[in-house]
């Protein structure tokens, strides 16, 4: 049976927020990527897991080493999903202002 992961439950935790955070600027090796963590290389190693089977990070082979990098595409998908919820809160905020702002030169 297959494993699913939900992106937005892997992309809750902070340790794997922080993961794409240092693969989103260049491609990394494990051992490159648990140096920058005060957890275990085998935590590490879980929370890389779980990044690639919601495809959020691929791998590749180079040699003998596997460096994961950044799927472009499966973070479009996430934030052509979050754009509509930031427009509204956006438009949201702008109202605010407005009224804020009319508040203040009426006093």
């Not at 794997?16 to 963590?37: C, D, G, H, K, Y």
């Not at 180079?62 to 973070?75: D, H, S, T, V």
């Not at 979050?82 to 006093?107: C, G, T, Y």
Request: net charge positive; proline share 4%.
């Amino acid at each position: 049976m297959e494993l699913r992961r939900d992106v937005f439950q892997a992309i809750a935790d902070p340790t794997r927020r922080a993961i794409i955070t240092l693969v989103a600027l260049q491609a990394m090796t494990p051992s490159a990527i648990a140096e920058n963590f005060t957890s275990s290389r085998q935590t590490i190693s879980k929370h890389i897991q779980i990044l690639t089977e919601c495809e959020i990070l691929r791998q590749e082979q180079n040699g003998r080493e596997i460096y994961y990098q950044l799927n472009p595409k499966k973070m479009k998908a996430i934030a052509d999903f979050i754009e509509p919820f930031r427009n509204l809160w956006d438009d949201r905020f702008n109202k605010l202002e407005a009224v804020m702002k009319k508040h203040q030169s009426e006093q």
